[in-house]
């Protein structure tokens, strides 16, 4: 039994729920490979429902279903591994979106709304998260521009106006040509927005506002130390959706 009930909940679970719940433990070993659709085809009732009852009784969604279900030894191997990585990409997001500041969102909005110029620096594959950004800002109208060039970065820094803006997205924040940009905009009374994915940098010491994302230590490509960008993209889509309504 993968989701153990209790008296308290099973009286809050209508019938169909309940139907779901004996579905999802009868099945365990078909879960890994099906998604929240599948298992509402199976048990005819809607994804919403399955969703639903899952957190009535007591777990985040489906996602973690399948994460709990990828510690047990009724796996094959490769399930196990692929709902681990599930779990890894539901622990970013979830945890993302905790550490978000709803008031910081706010600010940056006001600040994207009220600048006349948009600076979005990035280096790496971070490159790929500022470029959609700066994009998806030049689409609603912004003069937006990203830039991913070490030594342009450093030297448009060096003589921003005070109604200019600087965004970095910087998954670890270390890297040098990014803090001395922040650094310089800062000195110059520019506001500097940073969206990284760990807090211990020095850029938080030259933001005025500093988004802080969960990065998962599981690096996919370890040649390269490739890691997962979800945390930046996650902030950056939550900035430009409030954008695009407010």
Do not use: W
């Not at 209508?14 to 139907?19: A, I, P, V």
Request: glycine share 4%.
């Amino acid at each position: 039994m993968i989701i153990p009930i209790s008296n308290d909940i099973l009286e809050k679970l209508t019938e169909t729920e309940k139907s779901v719940v004996n579905y999802i433990n009868s099945n365990t070993d078909k879960l890994p490979s099906m998604s929240i659709v599948d298992v509402a085809e199976e048990t005819f009732t809607s994804p919403a429902t399955v969703s639903r009852t899952i957190k009535k009784c007591g777990l985040d969604g489906f996602t973690e279903l399948r994460y709990i279900l990828s510690k047990k030894d009724i796996l094959n191997k490769d399930s196990k591994q692929v709902n681990a990585i599930l779990g890894k990409s539901l622990m970013e997001a979830t945890y993302t979106l905790e550490q978000i500041s709803v008031s910081n969102i706010l600010q940056v909005v006001e600040l994207i709304k009220k600048s006349n110029r948009i600076y979005i620096l990035a280096r790496g594959l971070t490159e790929l998260v500022a470029a959609e950004f700066s994009l998806k800002l030049l689409l609603m109208g912004y003069n937006a521009f990203e830039i991913s060039d070490p030594n342009i970065m450093i030297e448009i820094s060096k003589g921003l106006k005070k109604d200019e803006l600087i965004i970095i997205f910087s998954l670890n924040g270390k890297t040098p040509e990014l803090i001395t940009s922040a650094k310089n905009a800062f000195e110059l009374g520019c506001n500097v927005v940073s969206c990284c994915g760990s807090s211990n940098t020095e850029l938080k010491e030259f933001s005025h506002i500093f988004l802080n994302g969960y990065k998962h230590s599981h690096v996919s490509i370890k040649k390269f130390e490739v890691t997962s960008r979800l945390p930046l993209y996650i902030i950056s889509r939550v900035i430009i959706d409030y954008l695009a309504i407010s």
